[in-house]
């Protein structure tokens, strides 16, 4: 809470003044707090995290005892390693998770402030969220238990109700403090819609700790949104009542026929067709005609040496078939760049992050499929040690070749379509061969440590790969 007060001073700074500030912080809680002989850690003797789903620092109590003094700073990872099924870590190990969140916090204030330094109202918007959606989660959530969420046992829905209400209070007051000409309307808008992305990221049954993942996503997702203007929407709008219809249709008729090749599940085929859709209200046919290419490249890569795949037993499981997760981790990025395209007047540098994304998703996909069918052999990213084709992290000639050129494919029909420039092709393959290496270092690194699932690693690929083309086109 004091380093949120803080946040009211960003609009009388400039961003190297606030960036100093956030180094200042970092440097107090290394240097400092742990001389203070403040105990940090959680006071519950029970598990907060089966009531309300709080991040992983300090997950544990210490059983209602006070304690007088702690250990000088610990050692610590970036990343808990602590596990919701393990027993409860005891000294050490508690200190280290509870350090790890508060050495990150200041951290990912740092970041926000270096990559928005020129759009200060979403850093505070985004660190309110942090703090207080955050904070909130874990008091009401704690306080009120109640039901679980459906897709984690260790979450509730009022921890959940609690960070969305008060991350958009949060994220509206500092936005409009660091914006007063907003409109009100819009940004109360933005804020609830982030504030909402930020407890779904939160209440995702991850390891990894959220002062890190949910200032990240919030930030990007309201810095894109800020974008947005009704004049955009309107001036698009003679255009969009027909392709609202054909998007409908189109998006449709390739769902029931991919669901009717059993090259997608069931579910599969309904999130393909809510995220076809809006990629299709991006440019039409042409922005479909990307999706379309993703998919068949993906697909025919899947099903390229399967019955070779399956015995060495590194195939895709149920004959290939792709479900939701699938679905959502490759292409809702895309999706959203897609509606960005006809709601904000920077309709070229979000066409080029979709582009960038739908090529990082099918070199990865590609990549993967054929490394494992041509070899039985990868290689670690991160040291080169030699590990069974299909593992986290490893990479292959063959299959690195693969997906660069897949994406090459994607980003080449962009530049045909006439969606981008041919420097602009040139940015999007190298934006999709960074997401590319940014997904193999993370399967190396926290995937192989299970603190993240194969889809996270993909929609942050994916999502950085868009994101990396955006920033450089604006």
């Known amino acids: 809470m004091s380093m949120l007060g ?5 609009p009388f700074l400039t961003w190297v003044q606030a960036a100093g500030a956030a180094v200042l912080a970092l440097m107090f809680n290394v240097v400092i707090l742990p001389s203070l002989g403040v105990d940090l850690r959680k006071g519950s003797p029970v598990r907060q995290g089966a009531k309300e789903g709080k991040g992983e620092e300090g997950k544990w109590g ?3 005892r006070r304690v007088e003094t702690i250990s000088p700073l610990p050692r610590f990872s970036l990343f808990p390693s602590g596990n919701r099924a393990l027993p409860p870590p005891s000294g050490q190990e508690a200190d280290a998770n509870t350090w790890t969140g508060i050495i990150l916090y200041p951290l990912s204030v ?7 330094r020129h759009s200060l109202p979403v850093v ?3 660190w309110a969220i942090m703090a207080l959606g955050d904070g909130m989660a874990s008091v009401v959530g704690e306080a009120l238990g109640g039901p679980a969420l459906p897709h984690n046992p260790e979450k509730t829905w009022s921890g959940f109700g609690a960070f969305v209400l008060a991350g958009t209070v ?3 007051v500092l936005a409009r403090w660091g914006n007063p000409a907003a409109s009100p309307k819009s940004a109360l808008v933005a804020s609830a819609a982030a504030a909402l992305v930020g407890a779904l990221v939160e209440s995702l049954p991850i390891r990894l700790d959220d002062n890190l993942s949910v200032p ?3 930030g990007g997702f309201m810095f894109c949104v800020s974008l947005m203007e009704w004049a955009a929407l309107w001036s698009n709008w003679p255009y969009l009542k027909l392709r609202i219809l054909l998007a409908t249709i189109v998006s449709l008729v390739l769902a029931l026929v991919a669901l009717g090749l059993r090259l997608v599940t069931t579910s599969g085929a309904t999130a393909g067709f809510v995220l076809g859709a809006a990629i299709y209200l991006g440019y039409g046919y042409k922005s479909f005609l990307l ?4 998919f068949a490249l993906g697909s025919a890569a899947t099903r390229l040496g399967y019955a070779h795949k399956a015995a060495r037993g590194v195939a895709e499981r149920r004959g290939g078939a ?3 997760r699938e679905a959502v981790a490759n292409t809702v990025a895309a999706a959203f760049f897609g509606l960005l395209v006809i709601t904000t007047q920077h309709q070229a540098a979000f066409l080029l992050a979709l582009i960038a994304a739908l090529a990082e998703a099918a070199g990865d996909t590609v990549s993967s499929e054929i490394g494992q069918w041509l070899s039985p052999r990868a290689y670690l990213i991160t040291d080169l040690r030699p590990v069974p084709a299909g593992e986290n992290g490893g990479v292959s000639w063959g299959g690195t070749l693969a997906g660069l050129a897949a994406s090459a494919i994607v980003a080449g029909l962009g530049y045909g379509l006439g969606l981008c420039s041919r420097s602009g092709a040139a940015l999007a393959l190298g934006a999709a061969a960074a997401g590319n290496l940014l997904d193999s270092l993370l399967g190396a690194t926290l995937e192989r440590r299970g603190l993240v699932t194969n889809g996270i690693v993909n929609f942050a690929g994916s999502s950085f790969a868009g994101a990396l083309a955006l920033g450089f086109s604006l």
């Open 6 to 10: 803080f946040a009211f001073l960003l």
């Open 62 to 64: 210490n059983g209602g």
């Open 110 to 116: 740092l970041t926000l402030i270096l990559i928005y």
């Open 124 to 126: 505070g918007a985004a």
């Open 170 to 172: 949060g994220a509206y």
């Open 216 to 218: 990240l996503v919030c």
């Open 291 to 294: 999706l379309l290419a993703f």
């Open 322 to 324: 792709r479900t939701w």
